[in-house]
């Protein structure tokens, strides 16, 4: 590296870094691999399921770590083991203990007698600020219900970048916020060339933020520790190419902690053929955080229920008879029937009016949207 | 004359304005703008005559959706009226002193607030409270984004709210927009943002091109010439009173430094520095050594950030160095990247275990 300016050296030296210095590419990898030496000397096992997951397992007791670069939360019940890994990590490292979770990465963790609610309205007003957003409108929905967005709509935008910083606001946004997920989606898919039309959606959902900024995701304190999935698909939603759109959520009791809204890689000739992938897309994350629940010493013994609305989809993953309109699905989609088999998941039948997963896949009209944000769990906190 | 032009004439009951209903609309818009323009920028209200003014000139040459998207000037003389003469209300002015006022060796210019236009001519109406002079003149130096009642007139009365006004004396004049732009927003209560926004037509591409600091010469009335702007790279205090200076002197060592040079030049920034590097010495994090051939060189950089307290104290002057990792190459430079970034599921699940497990 060149020498920094303010330190004396001769012409032609340059300073050969013995450590990772703040900016470089190396920089993150080399405090992960510093700060796993440190942790394993402890006695933590980085969890094979989350990199950044760092477990200690005694008989009696199991201390969790959760590693975001430089922020970290730790729980467990050995309050003691706790103690002494803090101190630990304070003689290592120069960090501050910030007590009891309030703030992390700026979702604020508020505690109410039901549960925690976690919210993020202070990083929705700095969205809205840095959109030069000035009025106070507000809309009740998103999207309009039936609208269709192609890239080829309105006239380029002369300076993209404001909607691409808005637009990956948004996504981080998406963290507490599932009931924008949907239209995030939508909007993130015209980021490389943006025009008007698709900048006034993007004012839309700014709207509809505006409205619901105290909107928090509750975590009930009272619930069970039952996993169960939804898992839909709009078939060929897609107005330019006519692919399928995957949308699933998962529920851990009563709380929601992992949803997905995506557009399918692959045309699908039929609903029944769309479902079908978006029940593989499910079962991925259903196989997954069963895994990171065992590493958190939660196991089931029976297997998880993966609603779906579709009974045809449902036949194909019990059924491994080999059909004519199945013939072409890839083998990797069968991962569904493998899972069945082993007990992992169970596919009850759902009716469409009560499929949560449906949030995921399209725009509803004003009541049916509230109805499922409030199925979502999702509470406007008082301002605080 | 009315019944020449084929107009009945009528007259209202007495005490009954809802007869006169258009009228009456009218005088609430232009006295509430006027109200608005007074408040926002803190001028007292003995000069409502010359706000209503500003506010009529205003309205009338402000595009509106009743008249198809024209202005009522542009509807009475058929061509677009000159939006490049337009100043904020109540800012700071310098108004050329006429010969009769200045001597040789006097100052030459007054300080002044500016409150509206001259009728007909192209001028501007400014007055010094000083003196308590009204100067109607073309020979006008603008500093749009300084209300002038908003001086303060000894530094110790400074808040945090005259920095974010004055804070913009960075030569880098693309900080200069957003700053104003968000002066304008701070300034403004609702409902006469879109009053001034609406003024300058398109505040960007009315900014953008210029320096905050402009000598303007208001183009003769019949030329639609574009107005001239002469940016001036260094700022001069001298031309200010000595307060103002001080006042100047203060903010500025609260400002952020964004090179090295400028860095250097404050002892406190110079501080920061020597404790970053014998930090960075402690932890033996660099040999100096020959250049080896072949091998390129990753820059560096010095980046300057002052840490605030919740209240918003200073709590140290921060400098950090940065190498500039963008220049490395994969494969030459380094191999592997990542980042440990836990999963937002994991972090749900967790919380969920957690408050469940309690």
Same mark, same amino acid.
């Given at each position: 590296m060149a020498p920094p300016p303010g330190i004396s050296h001769d012409s032609g030296y340059v300073c050969k870094l013995k450590k990772a210095l703040y900016g470089l590419k190396q920089a993150p990898r080399a405090w992960l691999e510093k700060f796993s030496i440190v942790i394993s000397s402890l006695g933590f096992v980085s969890s094979s399921h989350d990199s950044a997951l760092f477990i200690k397992c005694t008989d009696a007791s199991r201390i969790i770590l959760s590693l975001y670069i430089d922020d970290m939360i730790i729980t467990g019940d050995d309050i003691d083991g706790i103690s002494v890994l803090k101190t630990e990590l304070a003689k290592r490292f120069e960090m @501050?203990?910030?007590?009891?979770?309030?703030?992390?990465l700026g979702i604020k963790v508020a505690y109410s007698p039901r549960g925690y609610l976690l919210s993020q309205s202070k990083y929705v007003a700095d969205i809205l600020e840095r959109a030069r957003l000035t009025d106070n409108k507000t809309v009740n929905t998103p999207i309009k219900i039936n609208a269709r967005y192609f890239s080829s709509d309105g006239l380029p935008l002369i300076d993209p970048t404001l909607y691409c910083t808005i637009v990956g606001s948004l996504v981080y946004l998406t963290i507490t916020r599932p009931d924008i997920a949907y239209v995030v989606h939508v909007v993130s898919q015209f980021v490389a060339s943006p025009t008007t039309v698709h900048w006034a959606f993007v004012l839309r959902i700014l709207r509809y933020l505006q409205g619901t900024i105290f909107q928090s995701l509750l975590f009930s304190s009272? &619930? &069970?520790?039952e996993l169960r999935a939804y898992s839909d698909a709009d078939h060929s &939603?897609?107005?330019? @190419?006519?692919k399928s759109v995957t949308g699933f959520c998962i529920f851990l009791g009563d709380s929601f902690i992992s949803w997905k809204s995506k557009k399918q890689s692959i045309v699908s000739q039929s609903s029944t053929e769309a479902e079908y992938r978006a029940m593989a897309s499910t079962t991925k994350e259903i196989v997954w955080l069963r895994w990171l629940l065992a590493d958190m010493g939660i196991s089931f013994s029976h297997p998880t229920p993966m609603y779906c609305d579709n009974q045809s989809s449902i036949q194909i993953a019990h059924n491994s008879v080999f059909h004519e309109r199945t013939m072409h699905i890839e083998i990797d989609y069968h991962l569904t029937r493998h899972h069945l088999k082993h007990g992992t998941i169970a596919l009850p039948f759902v009716p469409s009016s009560l499929q949560i997963a449906d949030f995921f896949t399209k725009a509803h009209s004003i009541s049916r949207f509230c109805f499922l944000v409030g199925k979502l769990l999702m509470l406007v906190a008082a301002a605080s | 004359m009315l019944a020449l032009n084929e107009t009945i004439h009528q007259i209202s009951c007495t005490d009954t304005l809802e007869q006169n209903g258009v009228a009456k609309r009218k005088h609430k818009h232009i006295v509430e703008t006027a109200r608005s323009l007074l408040s926002s920028v803190f001028v007292p209200s003995e000069f409502w005559g010359e706000a209503i003014f500003t506010t009529i000139s205003l309205t009338n040459t402000i595009p509106s959706s009743h008249s198809s998207g024209l202005s009522l000037f542009e509807k009475l003389y058929g061509y677009i009226p000159d939006y490049s003469s337009f100043r904020v209300f109540g800012c700071t002015c310098f108004v050329l002193r006429p010969h009769v006022e200045r001597s040789n060796l006097s100052s030459r210019s007054a300080i002044c607030v500016f409150l509206g236009y001259g009728e007909g001519k192209k001028r501007y109406r400014c007055f010094d409270p000083i003196t308590q002079k009204l100067y109607v003149s073309r020979h006008v130096v603008f500093l749009e984004h300084i209300p002038f009642f908003s001086i303060p007139s000894t530094t110790h009365s400074l808040t945090k709210y005259d920095l974010i006004c004055?804070?913009?004396?960075?030569?880098d004049s693309s900080n200069d927009t957003s700053f104003y732009v968000r002066s304008i927003c701070t300034h403004n209560s609702a409902g006469t943002g879109t009053l001034l926004s609406s003024t300058l037509k398109d505040p960007f591409s009315f900014i953008a091109?210029?320096?905050?600091?402009e000598i303007v010469d208001p183009p003769p009335r019949q030329s639609i010439r574009i107005h001239k702007s002469t940016k001036l790279p260094d700022f001069a205090y001298s031309c200010y009173s000595s307060s103002f200076t001080s006042f100047l002197a203060s903010i500025h060592c609260i400002f952020e430094p964004s090179s090295y040079k400028e860095a250097i030049l404050d002892p406190l920034w110079q501080q920061a520095m020597d404790e970053e590097l014998s930090a960075l010495h402690k932890t033996y994090t660099w040999d100096l050594v020959p250049l080896p051939p072949g091998t390129s060189v990753v820059g560096c950089r010095w980046v300057y950030k002052i840490k605030t307290n919740s209240d918003g104290s200073i709590e140290r002057y921060k400098a950090k160095l940065v190498a500039k990792g963008y220049s490395q190459q994969h494969g030459m430079d380094y191999k592997e990247t990542f980042a440990p970034v836990a999963k937002m599921a994991t972090i749900r699940t967790l919380i969920i275990v957690a408050l469940i497990c309690q």
């Amino acid at each position: 590296m060149a020498p920094p300016p303010g330190i004396s050296h001769d012409s032609g030296y340059v300073c050969k870094l013995k450590k990772a210095l703040y900016g470089l590419k190396q920089a993150p990898r080399a405090w992960l691999e510093k700060f796993s030496i440190v942790i394993s000397s402890l006695g933590f096992v980085s969890s094979s399921h989350d990199s950044a997951l760092f477990i200690k397992c005694t008989d009696a007791s199991r201390i969790i770590l959760s590693l975001y670069i430089d922020d970290m939360i730790i729980t467990g019940d050995d309050i003691d083991g706790i103690s002494v890994l803090k101190t630990e990590l304070a003689k290592r490292f120069e960090m @501050n203990d910030l007590g009891y979770l309030r703030y992390f990465l700026g979702i604020k963790v508020a505690y109410s007698p039901r549960g925690y609610l976690l919210s993020q309205s202070k990083y929705v007003a700095d969205i809205l600020e840095r959109a030069r957003l000035t009025d106070n409108k507000t809309v009740n929905t998103p999207i309009k219900i039936n609208a269709r967005y192609f890239s080829s709509d309105g006239l380029p935008l002369i300076d993209p970048t404001l909607y691409c910083t808005i637009v990956g606001s948004l996504v981080y946004l998406t963290i507490t916020r599932p009931d924008i997920a949907y239209v995030v989606h939508v909007v993130s898919q015209f980021v490389a060339s943006p025009t008007t039309v698709h900048w006034a959606f993007v004012l839309r959902i700014l709207r509809y933020l505006q409205g619901t900024i105290f909107q928090s995701l509750l975590f009930s304190s009272t &619930s &069970s520790l039952e996993l169960r999935a939804y898992s839909d698909a709009d078939h060929s &939603s897609d107005p330019t @190419n006519c692919k399928s759109v995957t949308g699933f959520c998962i529920f851990l009791g009563d709380s929601f902690i992992s949803w997905k809204s995506k557009k399918q890689s692959i045309v699908s000739q039929s609903s029944t053929e769309a479902e079908y992938r978006a029940m593989a897309s499910t079962t991925k994350e259903i196989v997954w955080l069963r895994w990171l629940l065992a590493d958190m010493g939660i196991s089931f013994s029976h297997p998880t229920p993966m609603y779906c609305d579709n009974q045809s989809s449902i036949q194909i993953a019990h059924n491994s008879v080999f059909h004519e309109r199945t013939m072409h699905i890839e083998i990797d989609y069968h991962l569904t029937r493998h899972h069945l088999k082993h007990g992992t998941i169970a596919l009850p039948f759902v009716p469409s009016s009560l499929q949560i997963a449906d949030f995921f896949t399209k725009a509803h009209s004003i009541s049916r949207f509230c109805f499922l944000v409030g199925k979502l769990l999702m509470l406007v906190a008082a301002a605080s | 004359m009315l019944a020449l032009n084929e107009t009945i004439h009528q007259i209202s009951c007495t005490d009954t304005l809802e007869q006169n209903g258009v009228a009456k609309r009218k005088h609430k818009h232009i006295v509430e703008t006027a109200r608005s323009l007074l408040s926002s920028v803190f001028v007292p209200s003995e000069f409502w005559g010359e706000a209503i003014f500003t506010t009529i000139s205003l309205t009338n040459t402000i595009p509106s959706s009743h008249s198809s998207g024209l202005s009522l000037f542009e509807k009475l003389y058929g061509y677009i009226p000159d939006y490049s003469s337009f100043r904020v209300f109540g800012c700071t002015c310098f108004v050329l002193r006429p010969h009769v006022e200045r001597s040789n060796l006097s100052s030459r210019s007054a300080i002044c607030v500016f409150l509206g236009y001259g009728e007909g001519k192209k001028r501007y109406r400014c007055f010094d409270p000083i003196t308590q002079k009204l100067y109607v003149s073309r020979h006008v130096v603008f500093l749009e984004h300084i209300p002038f009642f908003s001086i303060p007139s000894t530094t110790h009365s400074l808040t945090k709210y005259d920095l974010i006004c004055i804070d913009h004396f960075s030569e880098d004049s693309s900080n200069d927009t957003s700053f104003y732009v968000r002066s304008i927003c701070t300034h403004n209560s609702a409902g006469t943002g879109t009053l001034l926004s609406s003024t300058l037509k398109d505040p960007f591409s009315f900014i953008a091109p210029q320096a905050s600091f402009e000598i303007v010469d208001p183009p003769p009335r019949q030329s639609i010439r574009i107005h001239k702007s002469t940016k001036l790279p260094d700022f001069a205090y001298s031309c200010y009173s000595s307060s103002f200076t001080s006042f100047l002197a203060s903010i500025h060592c609260i400002f952020e430094p964004s090179s090295y040079k400028e860095a250097i030049l404050d002892p406190l920034w110079q501080q920061a520095m020597d404790e970053e590097l014998s930090a960075l010495h402690k932890t033996y994090t660099w040999d100096l050594v020959p250049l080896p051939p072949g091998t390129s060189v990753v820059g560096c950089r010095w980046v300057y950030k002052i840490k605030t307290n919740s209240d918003g104290s200073i709590e140290r002057y921060k400098a950090k160095l940065v190498a500039k990792g963008y220049s490395q190459q994969h494969g030459m430079d380094y191999k592997e990247t990542f980042a440990p970034v836990a999963k937002m599921a994991t972090i749900r699940t967790l919380i969920i275990v957690a408050l469940i497990c309690q």
